[in-house]
């Protein structure tokens, strides 16, 4: 089984660096291109189903990604973005600089989800499909966004929580290929990108 992992197109909060979290904020000009641009990338592979996160900007980057295919679009909320409960829309502020630079000591704020909660849940996504025995051959292709993407990562490569962003945020239509071969995940690549940046 192989399984393709996109993060969502750009949208205006991704461009303003505000955290997004649950908050539904759909692509923006820029984010629909990148995703026809990945699209256009991604044009030979084929894939038998698809799963993506509920929110707008991550089933908008499914449908243009699967165009003109009959693929079917399943949608998962445990592949919804973490939630940063009422920091959601902030744009600079301590916690959030943790977040993303000391993630193992992050403390989620009020009404928030934790980073171990995240990595329970996109686990338990994972496990789903590993487990699935019609899926064993197929191609599958996963929309979610940039924490999710890499908890399913860091799942897959059995990260510590100060690792847990990989090196980097995932860029926007990021696309990381895993493998399911002989009861295990592995990554086959990483990051790859169908763009130029300067789009």
């Known amino acids: 089984m192989k399984v393709y992992i996109v993060r969502h197109g750009e949208t205006d909060w991704n461009s303003e660096k ?38 707008s900007r991550a089933k908008e980057t499914a449908q243009i990604l699967l165009e003109g295919r009959n693929t079917p679009i399943c949608l998962d909320d445990r592949l919804l973005e973490i939630s940063f409960g009422v920091m959601e829309g902030e744009r600079k502020d301590p916690v959030i600089d943790c977040f993303f630079h000391s ?14 909660h995240l990595l329970e849940r996109t686990k338990a996504f994972l496990d789903d499909l590993a487990s699935n025995s019609k899926l064993r051959d197929k191609s599958l292709l996963v929309i979610t966004h940039g924490a999710a993407s890499r908890a399913l990562l860091a799942n897959v490569k059995k990260l510590p929580l100060k690792d847990f962003w990989n090196g980097s945020v995932p860029k926007n239509c990021g696309m990381t290929l895993l493998e399911w071969k002989d009861g295990q995940y592995s990554t086959v690549w990483e990051d790859r990108i169908f763009y130029k940046e300067e789009l």
Do not use: H, M, W
Not at 111 to 116: V, Y
């Open 103 to 116: 993630p193992e000591k992050y403390e989620p704020p009020k009404d928030a989800e934790s980073i171990p």
């Open 18 to 55: 505000r955290l997004q979290g649950r908050q539904d904020v759909p692509l923006n000009k820029k984010g629909r291109e990148v995703a026809e641009k990945t699209a256009c990338g991604i044009r030979n592979i084929s894939f038998d189903a698809a799963f993506s996160s509920p929110l």
